[in-house]
């Protein structure tokens, strides 16, 4: 069976559902293979989905991917960013309890 891209385009949503029929995934993934406009369609529907876009309501493929990219640099930056504030804070705790033990240590020595 030949698919055109816009029928498995069209399928994309299903298809990342698991709600197609064998055959139809199989007749996608076969022309996924042929077709390297759809391979990005269906990686970028990967992206815009982890992201809770729907690529389906985007009027444009390319506006959309566009769209999937700034997203997820942003997102990428969030997280960046998020790692620097996490990695502070655990290393301002871990210098606060050092500092803590060392206080302790003086202390219980200049009780003997
Ligand atoms: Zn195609």
Known sequence: MNMTCEVARDL????HEGLVSTESA????AHL???????????TYDTMNALHFPLY??????????????ALSKRLRKRRVFE???????IGAGS????AGIIL?????SDD
């Open 57 to 70: 309501k985007a009027p444009d493929f390319e506006e959309a991917e566009a769209r999937s990219y700034e």
């Open 12 to 15: 994309a949503e299903l298809y």
């Open 105 to 109: 240590l003086v202390r219980s020595h």
């Open 84 to 90: 620097i504030v996490t990695t502070s804070a655990a």
């Open 26 to 29: 199989r007749a996608i993934r």
């Open 33 to 43: 293979k042929e077709c390297g406009r759809c391979r990005r369609y269906y990686k």
């Open 96 to 99: 606060i309890m050092l500092a």
